[in-house]
């Protein structure tokens, strides 16, 4: 049985910050989260949608780190997924989507057994029906980062934040439900992140995590609030730093681990990453990450 499997679009990002020219990286979750957790020597299968203009060279990188691309998807009806993010001098970063792919099918989804299935969507790729054929596998560990039903576009491809109809009566479906503190408040128009997680835990999911940037995590755990600070760093962007936090929580989890610890081990892994740790050396640091982790573990509070 392998270790991760994550459901979601590869993307291409078009990146602006302040101090640099606009650059095209490699973006989305099976990035992201797909070479941090094969920095832990996971094996990690890709279940996505690309389209004809995703360059080979790009494809070769998932291969060149050892990651399984066979469920990836080529299409010739459509573009790959695309976002321009664009971070200002102060304030918060602008996601303009210049190019969607085709939704991910159920029959599309691989038929062997996952120890954990990551869903995390960017634009609109997994139906109803794709949800429901990953939510039926109950011998996996179900994690979901609902990113991508907590926005929609305007006509010119600028994001807002809106939660999908139904997505709400879909968390408890997933063991671990991580989302931003400002998605957690899109999805149960709630005027504070404390009160969307114990909306939460009322809708029945068990471990609610909500990311905080520089303030730190929020976690809902069996109807308890832990407030976990981060660690201390200076970061130029923190696109993808959502996505690498799972790639370092779930190691731990599939060990069976304590999760106050795995959460503990995800915010120090994630510091690493926004120093300029490339993904794929962040599991290997692990010195280093059990050493900021031990300090953050020891500043939790419950709440």
């Given at each position: ?56 060279e790009?494809?070769q ?64 790729e ?56 400002a ?10 992140v ?38 201390p ?25 304590d999760?106050?610890w ?10 690493l ?31």
């Amino acid at each position: 049985m392998k270790d991760l499997l994550i459901v979601s679009h590869i993307s291409l990002d078009y990146i602006t910050t302040p101090a640099s020219h606009q650059m095209r990286v490699l973006g989305g979750p099976p990035y992201y989260t797909g070479f941090t957790a094969r920095s832990f020597n996971l094996e990690v299968s890709i279940a996505s949608k690309i389209g004809k203009d995703f360059p080979e060279e790009y494809m070769q990188e998932f291969k060149r780190a050892g990651l399984d691309v066979k469920y990836v998807k080529k299409t010739l009806l459509a573009g790959t997924t695309s976002y321009w993010i664009i971070y200002p001098e102060k304030g918060e970063r602008s996601l303009i989507v210049t190019g969607t792919c085709l939704p991910i099918k159920p029959e599309e989804l691989p038929e062997e057994q996952f120890k954990c299935i990551h869903v995390s969507p960017i634009c609109s790729e997994l139906p109803k029906a794709t949800m429901d054929a990953i939510t039926s596998r109950r011998g996996s560990l179900l994690i979901l980062d609902p990113q991508g039903f907590t926005r929609s576009f305007s006509y010119d491809g600028i994001a807002y934040s809106m939660a999908w109809g139904g997505i709400v009566e879909e968390l408890s479906k997933f063991h671990v439900v991580k989302a931003s503190e400002a998605e957690w408040l899109t999805l149960f128009s709630c005027s504070s992140v404390r009160e969307a997680l114990e909306a939460s835990w009322r809708k029945g999911v068990s471990c609610a995590i909500a990311t905080r940037g520089s303030r730190g995590v929020y976690a809902m755990i069996e109807g308890s609030l832990y407030d976990i600070p981060a660690f201390p760093v200076e970061a130029q962007h923190t696109t993808g730093a959502g996505d690498v936090f799972v790639g370092c929580l779930v190691p731990s989890l599939i060990k069976g681990e304590d999760v106050l610890w795995a959460i503990s081990l995800a915010c120090a892994g994630t510091s690493l990453f926004l120093e300029g740790i490339p993904l794929l050396q962040i599991g290997q640091m692990e010195n280093s990450m059990e050493e900021r982790a031990r300090k953050i573990h020891n500043s939790i509070k419950r709440l």
